[in-house]
Nanobody
Framework: QVQLVESGGGLVQAGGSLRLSCAASGRAFSNYVMAWFRQAPGKEREFVAR????????YYVDSVKGRFTISRDNAKNTVYLQMNNLKPDDTAVYYCGARAVGTSTYDHWGQGTQVTVSS
């Protein structure tokens, strides 16, 4: 099992930046593919970005490409999401998810952190 705790959310004006962090505890962090998802009010949870166990493989949803960067520090058991040029449409609760390498289901989740972007 791995436990996840997100932090770094807040209120920011459009065009601003935030850096989310997700601290993991429990089993070997480097055995997990990590991802960020988000859920806006009245909408389903959507995938935002993921990063492979070694940090060299990343993938983003089209709407955040060029603005968001996912990274990880396996020595600190932490994954980050740097969000630049934020837009009101980025407003959502952001969740950190983990899945074991070789599996397809994210089955470990944090409690979420609210990001609000004002226009």
């Amino acid at each position: 099992q791995v436990q996840l705790v997100e932090s770094g959310g807040g209120l920011v004006q459009a065009g601003g930046s935030l850096r989310l962090s997700c601290a993991a505890s429990g089993r070997a962090f480097s055995n997990y593919v990590m991802a960020w998802f988000r859920q806006a009010p009245g909408k389903e949870r959507e995938f935002v970005a993921r990063i492979g166990w070694g940090g060299g493989s990343t993938y983003y949803v089209d709407s955040v490409k060029g603005r968001f960067t996912i990274s990880r520090d396996n020595a600190k058991n932490t994954v980050y999401l740097q969000m630049n040029n934020l837009k009101p449409d980025d407003t959502a609760v952001y969740y950190c998810g983990a899945r074991a390498v070789g599996t397809s289901t994210y089955d470990h989740w944090g409690q979420g952190t609210q990001v609000t972007v004002s226009s």
